[in-house]
């Protein structure tokens, strides 16, 4: 059924104020060493002409992966072209983490020539360090860190030491680039599945927590101390149903790793995924959703429902403070089919506008440029439709977050903010999640139009419209310009699968 929208942008309620950085992002700790990551998709299968498919084998996941992951070389960060697109994003958060980091060992001195210590996976050297710290510092972003906390630094009965993260912190505050937050360790409640040392338990976890912490406050009290970094668990189902030890052995909740700790946060942390992907969909199939199901309401709501189930940790462990998705995407295992189209607009501007209607915090999305998720396409770093779409709610989307007055419902999502330029007025973002109806919304004035859509209405289309406009790259990597329309008072109709910023 078709919906009608009608916008009141003089009598709204004022819900709180929201973290400028609000769009954030990760850069994996296995791009700037090089490594095994998620292989990449056919052309086909991202277009949904091709299926994927993966054979399940008696020997488990672990042999799966070697059919699932492939060989990357180090991300160069120095790239003209990726330092100019981050920057063109604006102000934001880069947490450098991922569960490779929980496994590296830094050999800042070059004592390993390359061999990877016993009890470590991955080695990061002087010189990729820098180029984190530099790239950082050129685009003006805050970096946030992840530690080492694996069999290479300690036994399960021996307690965690700072020998490893003193010259992770060390280095980028003599470098100048100082390193601004921290969390413990990736995703903990996976215990080690994660790659902690053999035999670690939530309890363990605590007393390396408060020593972890406890070091940071008393050597660099200016970091936030951010945590616990943890998914799924805690009555949290992935996709239709179950939840992570579908996929690991062990899992913790978060008052098993939060609990009783004695060093207090200063964030509150979770990861949120819609469910897994297309690689991983054999082995989790209720945690995979289906191309057809991506602008559905029980899909879009997910992400909403991390939050509403994760806000009353936050109060009880962080009371006051923010609360950070410090990893989010459409799926964890590199992102879906369509993760690099247009379909994943809707949900990752979704979430946006739903995540900052119920809480204050930051959003770090996996990945600025790695893997099917990431705004920017490996190695060659085209941006992707994700890109411009956070991009045009960097720069028209203020701080202030308002009730809108209209229940979420099916062709009717809608989420409204102050004008990121200042001026007296309000922003509007209504989603048309509906396949086949028209959204009708009524204008009290006239406003500029911002519509977003798949090119020649095709939802699987890697290239997004504006306005009817493709967004592309110009010479010399220059944006395309991100203009709207006039839009008279009265009605507008929107149609299906679109995205549109009213600015009033």
Known sequence: MSQTVKLTPDTLKALHEVNPMLVSY????????????????????????????????????????????????PIDLYNEKLRKLAKDLGPAWVRVSGTWATKTYYDFDGTTNG???????????????????????????????????????????EPWNPSEAEKLFGLSKEYGV????????????????????????????????????????????ECIKIGPSTTGGDNISFGKGGGVEQLVGETVGCDDLVGGTKTKLDVFSYHYYNGVSD?????????????????????????????????????????????????SGDAGGGGDTWASTYLDVIRTLNELGGFASLTNGVIFHNTLASSDYGYLARQVFDPRPNYFAVLLWNRLMGTTAYDSGEPIREGAHVYVHSRKDGKEGKVYLVINNSRTETTTVELPKDAERYTLAGL?????????????????????????????VAQAAGTVELAPCTCTFFVL
């Open 115 to 157: 061999v990877v210590p016993e009890g470590y996976l991955n080695v990061l050297t002087k010189e990729q360090w820098i180029g984190v710290l530099d790239f950082v510092k050129a685009i003006g972003a805050k970096l946030m860190v992840s530690v080492s906390n694996c069999p290479g630094l300690h036994t399960a009965e």
């Open 178 to 221: 100082p390193i601004n937050g921290a969390e413990f360790t990736n995703e903990p409640n996976m215990m080690e599945e994660t790659g902690f040392p053999k035999g670690y338990t939530a309890e363990h976890y605590r007393r390396d927590h408060d020593l972890f912490f406890s070091w940071l406050e008393e050597n660099y009290p």
């Open 279 to 327: 690689r991983l969909a054999s082995v989790m199939p209720n945690a995979h959703w289906q191309p057809e199901e991506a602008t559905s309401e029980a899909y879009l709501d997910t992400a909403l429902n991390f939050c509403r189930t994760y806000r009353p940790f936050r109060d009880k462990y962080v009371p006051g403070g923010e609360m950070w998705v410090t990893e």
């Open 456 to 484: 020649d209405g095709n939802v699987r289309a890697t290239v997004m419209t504006l306005n009817g406009n493709p967004l592309t790259l110009g010479e010399g990597y220059a944006l395309p310009e991100l203009k709207p």
């Open 26 to 73: 990760n850069v994996e700790f296995a791009e700037v060493t090089g490594g095994t990551f998620w292989k990449a998709y056919t052309p086909g299968q991202i277009a949904g002409t091709e299926p994927f498919i993966v054979q399940p084998t008696a020997d488990g996941i672990a042999a799966m992966y070697k059919d699932l992951m492939q060989v990357y070389p």
